[in-house]
């Protein structure tokens, strides 16, 4: 795979006719070149969630293995659109199995179960999707304490160090952050 190729120029047209393809015989080639299109702007999305250059190759591959089932499960209209959310997805679902008890009280916020169906892949995705709307809503402080914390795993002395905010301020961003996620959350699942 090239990780470098200049997958901005990736037509539209061209994408459509390899899905096509690929769904009408199966032919792995077919989803391969459509896949390899895309394949940096992947790479950097999970390089972006990860941060890690071999944890983040390791996710292209695996985007690419869910890639091979999934494409044939949902309607897709705009490959290069859908194929970021299921990266995006992928990585933060990377990021949540790392740790789970750290993310009991997270997890409460978007209230996961556990898979079963396709259903509820896609409900769990939405989710994530939604979560991340949210996240990225709140005031800067908040979003980067509570990003760190949850997805990137960091104590609060990390996060101090790190960001140069006081220990309480952190406690209270993360708190106050977390607060607001369940609202922004609780007033999504209310408008659908």
Not at 16 to 28: F, V, W
Not at 63 to 71: D, H, M, N
Not at 126 to 143: A, H, S, V
Request: charged fraction near 35%.
């Amino acid at each position: 795979m090239n990780w470098f190729k200049n997958s901005s120029k990736s037509d539209p047209v061209e994408d459509a006719e390899l899905l096509k393809r690929y769904l009408k015989t199966g032919d792995l080639s077919a989803l391969g070149e459509l896949f390899d299109g895309h394949s940096t702007m992947v790479y950097y999305v999970c390089l972006k969630y990860l941060q890690d250059s071999e944890k983040s190759k390791d996710a292209v591959m695996g985007i690419f293995e869910e890639l091979i089932v999934k494409v044939k499960k949902q309607e897709i209209r705009q490959f290069a659109s859908w194929l970021y959310v299921l990266s995006r997805n992928y990585c933060l679902m990377q990021l949540r199995s790392k740790k789970h008890v750290q993310y009991v009280d997270f997890e409460s916020i978007v209230e996961f179960t556990p898979l079963m169906h396709q259903d509820e892949q896609e409900n769990k995705e939405g989710k994530l999707t939604q979560l991340e709307l949210c996240l990225e809503k709140l005031p800067e402080k908040q979003k980067r304490s509570v990003d760190l914390f949850f997805l990137r795993e960091k104590c609060y002395k990390e996060i101090v160090d790190f960001t140069g905010y006081r220990l309480n301020d952190v406690k209270s961003y993360i708190q106050n952050g977390k607060r607001n996620l369940k609202i922004c959350m609780d007033k999504n699942r209310g408008e659908e």
